[in-house]
């Protein structure tokens, strides 16, 4: 089956240190992968995506890379900011089931200045 | 575009009572899903429409829960006699086809007492 298992928080850091939320996923196809940012009080907003293996996703300083060979979808940004304080979701879709979305549990990241 | 809303953001409810949820997609996204999230997890899937037809229900929709798109448009999910373990966010998004991402409500945090 589909899951996807990120890593658990809080994950606590100094503004302009360096950010890495691990992400691996289990799947029975080719899926997409997604991460998503929650701010409170506020729904789901897409951070980036990869299609297939070896994209690499990129926004706001954020980057992920599709690695099909560890099966895994690292978050990383060279330098946080308080701003990017927020919980973080991993997601994939299964292509072949109406792109029905399987999310890991989220990562809280606390950035202290 | 002014994004997926919710209705309502809150609502606290008595143990047994009925309550109704109403998503108002992206204007001409055919695609809507439902998920429910609880504390500390990511949201799990629920329901499915393409359009009217609700094609994919999730085993955590038990014969209490029922959901609606009469024309394709807004969704409504109506969860009946409700229970203190119903209590969660309910997350509706959207996603104008194959190959998109979704997008997502802010969500109708409910509570049952």
């Known amino acids: 089956g589909n899951s996807v298992t990120q890593m658990e928080g809080p994950v606590t850091l100094s503004e302009e240190a360096f950010l890495t939320i691990n992400c691996t996923y289990t799947?029975?196809?080719?899926?997409?992968l997604f991460w998503y940012v929650q701010y409170p009080g506020e729904g789901l907003q897409l951070l980036l995506k990869?299609?297939?293996?070896?994209d690499k996703g990129s926004n706001k300083g954020f980057e992920a890379t599709y690695r099909k060979e560890t099966t895994s979808f690292h978050l990383e940004k060279g330098s946080v900011q308080v701003s990017d304080s927020a919980v973080y979701f991993c997601a994939l879709s299964d292509k072949d089931n109406f792109n029905k979305f399987y999310f890991g549990s989220g990562t809280k990241l606390n950035v202290k200045p | 575009d002014t994004g997926v809303s919710q209705d309502p953001r809150h609502k606290i409810t008595k143990r047994g009572q009925n309550v109704t949820f109403r998503c108002d997609p992206i204007s001409e996204h055919n695609r809507l899903y439902w998920y429910r999230q609880t504390l500390g997890q990511g949201p799990e899937f629920l329901t499915y429409?393409?359009?009217?037809?609700?094609?994919?229900k999730s085993r955590l929709l038990s014969d209490r829960f029922s959901a609606e798109r009469p024309k394709g448009s807004f969704s409504t999910l109506e969860i009946q006699r409700t229970e203190q373990g119903d209590s969660a966010m309910y997350l509706c998004?959207?996603?104008?086809?194959?190959?998109?991402?979704?997008?997502f409500g802010a969500g109708t945090r409910l509570s049952v007492l």
């Open positions: 990869a299609t297939k293996a070896d």
């Open positions: 799947a029975t196809g080719y899926p997409s």
């Open positions: 998004a959207s996603s104008p086809g194959v190959g998109s991402h979704q997008y």
């Open positions: 429409f393409q359009n009217e037809a609700q094609l994919e």
